[in-house]
């Protein structure tokens, strides 16, 4: 079985500095990953998903996030952070062969002004 | 990508009533599911509902107090039966097309349970 860790539940971080949200997996199988993005009062939707190929995976609204296989990452950053994404951000994984992802607990981005 | 909607989007519920909460897609899908949203917690996959057969549920979730309808291709219902405290939460219904393929989820239904 899979399983995902964010370390991080919540982070602060002032408008136009970069940010870095955490995500680790545990699987014993080829993954896919994924990072969603759930503004407040809204479902979720995806910022990028790692398939394969290039490790370094670019999404919407400016953020990307790098697989690293040998440290079991997929570390979501952006290198300068705007009010309007204050949201909730959830790391997700797949397993090769499975429909259904497992998700973390979610880390709370907080953009003060 | 596909539209989802989900009815209601909140309700405040006494204890030991039941909520049915619907979900509509704008397009026809196979696999669609339910997901439980938990202040702090992570989402918690109640059940995976396919059309023209039985519900598969998740561990820890029963179809007594979970029921779920899926009649065809476009829409689901999830009830929340017997309600208690411990079931306020955020329900969301979701669809996914394949393996690794992106879910998209409807907005939500805030659940609090008095």
């Known amino acids: 079985a899979q399983s995902v860790t964010q370390l991080d539940s919540q982070v602060p971080v002032f408008e136009e500095a970069p940010v870095e949200l955490r995500c680790n997996y545990s699987?014993?199988?080829?993954?896919?990953l994924f990072w969603y993005v759930q503004y407040p009062n809204q479902g979720l939707q995806l910022l990028l998903k790692?398939?394969?190929?290039?490790?370094l995976v670019k999404g919407i609204n400016g953020f990307e996030a790098e697989f690293n296989k040998s440290q079991t990452s997929f570390h979501l950053r952006k290198p300068s952070v705007h009010i309007s994404d204050t949201a909730e951000y959830f790391c997700?994984?797949?397993?090769?062969?499975?429909?259904?992802?497992?998700f973390g607990r979610g880390t709370s981005l907080i953009v003060h002004p | 990508s596909a539209v989802i909607s989900q009815k209601p989007s909140r309700d405040i519920c006494q204890r030991g009533t039941s909520l049915t909460i619907q979900c509509q897609v704008d397009?026809?899908?196979?696999?669609m599911f339910w997901y439980r949203q938990q202040p702090g917690q992570s989402l918690t996959l109640i059940a995976t509902?396919?059309?023209?057969?039985?519900?598969?549920?998740e561990s820890g979730f029963v179809i007594d107090k979970f029921p779920i309808s899926r009649p065809n291709l476009t829409f689901s219902t999830l009830t929340v039966s017997n309600m208690s405290p411990e079931d306020s939460s955020i329900y969301l219904c979701?669809?996914?097309?394949?393996?690794?393929?992106?879910?998209?989820f409807g907005p939500g239904t805030r659940l609090t349970v008095l």
């Open positions: 997700a994984v797949n397993t090769r062969g499975s429909y259904i992802p497992t």
């Open positions: 699987s014993s199988v080829s993954v896919y």
């Open positions: 790692y398939l394969s190929g290039s490790t």
């Open positions: 397009s026809q899908v196979t696999m």
């Open positions: 509902a396919n059309q023209g057969s039985e519900a598969t549920y």
């Open positions: 979701s669809l996914g097309t394949g393996e690794g393929d992106t879910q998209y």
